[in-house]
């Protein structure tokens, strides 16, 4: 078997938020099938990220290749300006029956962040077709994360968004602590200007994998109706079971007016995301009576990832994913909360299928992985976070084997 020319990958291929000059270690994979992942020298480690969230089904999954293969053979992609397709069509109508039920337009984009800038979007036309230019602005949380391209990037927070580095590029949107009265100031002070207060419903992700109350998010759907202001809710980590219900935003039973949604779309097969909308935004974009949405990616709604994200998305329901979910969260609980004990520990915190150990130091990620990796684990710690979001198909015995790693990664 021909192996990957390693020399020339660390030389030349550019890794997520990596150096060219001084790369970290990477692994080859070979292959992946259920939740492992099956590495060029022949190791097979427990994948405990599903891929950054994604892969919810594990890999190499009979009901997403068949479904795959099948639409390879009808038509791989073509354009969706002036033509559509039934792959879209089902996965639209799939989508909008599940997600609350307000929302009633859907956008397809290729990538989540670019999901995010089609919701900004939405929510600036909206109030420019009704002639208040001045809401053009955005509320977001500290701590946030939003994606990676410049406008998603203006949303994050300001100090995890780079927006030292980009002073002069990001547009200046304002930033709120995590709590009911500090959003309230903000809102008072800028409702004028502000299009749409962002947020990702019950966990912060990336920006830290923090959890809020729902009672939080509540008062946030409150205070926007409150204060005339739309709600982007970016389910793009949440979304499709993550947090224990199929959407965060189901704990607080709140009707977002904008919603993105990406990652386990299809089941981390490939890139897909879209931004849905309620009739209302939908309207307020069309109210000037010339409106049309400003945005048509290449690769919109393509067909063979519509085909693979209906697929994943009947597999996840036509599965016990509530009692999976559950059962991985009680395993994690188990196993991780007594970690609070340990002297270099800040902080454990466990929601539906997320478990994070905080250190109180940042962890040496490089060091950290070749442990886990002996114990036959696939993690990606970042900061002084080790955290797990496995696949909702990981069995009972394998969770503990993530667990345990993850445990004695502490005591050596
Ligand atoms: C990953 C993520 C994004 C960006 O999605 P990409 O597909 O990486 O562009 C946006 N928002 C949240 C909450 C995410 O977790």
Redesign the pocket.
Known sequence: MVKCDMDFERQHIWHPYASMQHPAPVYPVESASGVRLRLEDGREVIDGMAS??CAIHGYNVPELNAAATTQLSKMSHVMFGGLTHQPAIDLAQLLLSIVPNQLQHIFFSD??????EVALKMACQYWQAQGDTHKHKFLALNH??????LG?MSVCDPVLGMHHIFADVLPQHYFSEVNIEALETQMKAHHHELAALII?PIV???GGMRFYSADLLQQMRELCHRYDVLLIV?????GFGRTGTLFACEHAHIQPDIM?V??ALTGGYM?L?ATLCTRKVCEGIHADGSGVLMHGPTFMANPLACAVALASLRLLLDSPWKNRIQRIEHQLQDALLPCREHPDVADVRVLGAMGVIEMNDAIDVAAIQKKLMNQGVWLRPFGKLMYTMPPFVMNEQDVNQLTAAMVNCLSS
């Open positions: 950054w969230w990538s989540g962040s670019v999901s995010v946030a994360y939003h994606g990676d391209t998603a990702e912060q992700g990336a970016d389910e793009i980590a949440t993105c990406g990652k890139t995301a």
